[in-house]
């Protein structure tokens, strides 16, 4: 299944995507929320849609693409997970998984404008492939029972401003945190439709120019171990998000460095989980 959300800021509605049509569910659920999936949603879901789809309202053409998932718990970052990307960025491999926060505000509408960070001169794009938690984990046993938790993957654009990040002390949560800076979606595609998550191609272009071009086949660390890993250390929720790293071209990267300014569009894919695009505003 391909889970949506739509709606104005603030009163988004719960859907589907079905042949290429949104679908509203709202009159079935609240939201793709945290007692959704922890109360065996999906199946719910999967059930309606198998014997009501012809009756669910087709949302408007017009209606504005929420982030497929509300605001998490957390968003959890996994840095310098593609070996391509540690390379371009100078740095070695990491033995374990670097993680970090994003707070949960940032994340906005796959299609959504992103303003600028007043005063930024270096924001910055990332494509990744996000992971959606499935239910309450905890001290997980296996990967393969960390795969079992995960609910879908979906398209994230990590956004970051290199010199709150890089260059004022401290973590890096502060060039991750700006606001807009985790456009989600625009679907969330559930796992069993994702034949292997470890083979798909993503690309990012920026004002028609690509930039990023990569597969998931250079992680460092795959989907189903990651979960296992941060389940060592923290309850992962339900509906929680998890990025997990990006492919080189990054504009930090290019010689010389090249960030967003207002009035470019950034358009992002990756295979099966659909497009994503923002024009960045001042």
């Excluded at 995507?17 to 999967?46: P, T, V, Y």
């Amino acid at each position: 299944m391909k889970l949506i959300r739509f709606g104005n800021k603030g009163s988004e509605k719960p859907g589907v995507l079905l042949d290429g049509k949104r679908m509203d569910c709202s009159a079935h659920f609240e939201d793709w929320n945290r007692d959704f999936f922890n109360g065996g949603g999906l199946k719910i879901l999967q059930d309606l849609v198998n014997e009501k789809e012809s009756e669910l309202p087709i949302v408007p053409a017009d209606a504005r693409w929420a982030s497929c998932v509300p605001r998490p718990g957390m968003i959890m970052c996994v840095g310098l997970n593609y070996s391509d990307h540690a390379r371009e960025s100078g740095m070695e491999v990491p033995a374990e998984p670097i993680l970090f926060m994003k707070a949960a505000n940032t994340i906005s509408g796959p299609f959504d404008h992103v303003p600028i960070p007043r005063g930024s001169q270096k924001t910055d794009w990332e494509v990744e492939l996000a992971i959606v938690i499935g239910k309450d984990a905890l001290y997980l046993g296996s990967e393969d029972e960390a795969r079992d938790a995960i609910a879908g993957y979906c398209i994230m654009n990590d956004l970051s401003e290199r010199e709150y990040q890089l260059e004022k002390g401290g973590q890096w949560v502060k060039g991750k945190s700006c606001p807009g800076f985790s456009p989600l979606g625009p679907t969330l595609v559930t796992k069993d439709e994702i034949p292997d998550v470890n083979t798909l191609d993503m690309q990012l272009s920026v004002n028609g120019d690509l930039m990023q071009n990569g597969n998931t086949s250079t992680m460092v660390f795959n989907p189903a171990f990651l979960v296992h890993y941060i389940s060592q250390f923290m309850l992962l929720e339900a509906g929680d998000v998890i990025a997990t790293g990006t492919p080189p071209g990054v504009g930090l990267g290019m010689k010389p460095p090249l960030f967003l300014k207002a009035g470019d569009r950034v358009e992002l894919s990756i295979d099966g989980l659909g497009t994503q695009a923002q024009h960045f505003i001042e």
